[in-house]
């Protein structure tokens, strides 16, 4: 294992001090971003106009740029989040994800272009897993609803018991199969 000097240590934290003010350089966040508790990395990332939103994090090229007043954002991919003003409590993580939801709160969009397509840009409490967008993705789910959608196969590789005794039951009935 190799020990730094103070010197050595010096100069890798002034070298990840620059880049990360590069970095941040590049993100459209202006400093009252930050006193709104509000992140931003990456190029075009985050909104220099966001005068509500708070605790809004956008990392990557152009994530979260459309944000005007939507709180507890969290855009993490090129693209996230591109076109959402004003929804909040968004999660959305992938390149493209969530990208035409504009006002819908509390969703999840997890994967590349994870989301409902242009028609769908308001739909709050929803969950899309998928790598494209669609208003058809392999995993949907409704928060509100309490209701999950596998839009795809199904499969469960181990063994599925449901363990009973007829000792155990009472009143039974014959099964019409005709």
């Known amino acids: 294992m190799k020990t730094l000097n103070i010197r050595q240590i010096r100069y890798w934290a002034f070298i990840n001090l620059l880049l990360l003010t590069m970095e941040l350089a590049n993100a459209q966040c202006d400093p009252t971003c930050f006193e709104t508790a509000n992140i931003a990395f990456g190029s075009g990332a985050g909104n220099p106009t966001n005068a509500t939103g708070i605790g809004v994090t956008s990392v990557g090229s152009a994530a979260g740029t459309a944000n005007t007043s939507g709180i507890l954002n969290v855009f993490f991919g090129a693209n996230s989040g591109l076109s959402n003003s004003t929804g909040s409590?968004?999660?959305?993580?992938?390149?493209?994800?969530?990208?035409?939801?504009?006002?819908?709160?509390?969703?999840?969009?997890?994967?590349?272009?994870?989301?409902?397509?242009?028609?769908?840009?308001?739909?709050?409490?929803?969950?899309?897993?998928?790598?494209?967008?669609?208003?058809?993705?392999?995993?949907?789910?409704?928060?509100?609803?309490?209701?999950?959608?596998?839009?795809?196969?199904?499969?469960?590789?181990?063994?599925?018991?449901?363990?009973?005794?007829?000792?155990?039951?009472?009143?039974?009935?014959?099964?019409?199969?005709?």
């Open 89 to 178: 409590n968004n999660s959305f993580l992938g390149a493209d994800a969530g990208q035409h939801i504009t006002t819908g709160s509390a969703n999840i969009c997890f994967g590349k272009s994870a989301g409902p397509t242009m028609d769908s840009s308001s739909v709050s409490n929803r969950l899309y897993i998928d790598i494209e967008e669609t208003n058809a993705p392999l995993i949907y789910g409704e928060f509100d609803n309490d209701f999950v959608r596998i839009n795809g196969t199904f499969e469960v590789t181990a063994g599925l018991t449901n363990p009973s005794s007829v000792y155990l039951k009472e009143r039974f009935s014959p099964v019409d199969l005709t």
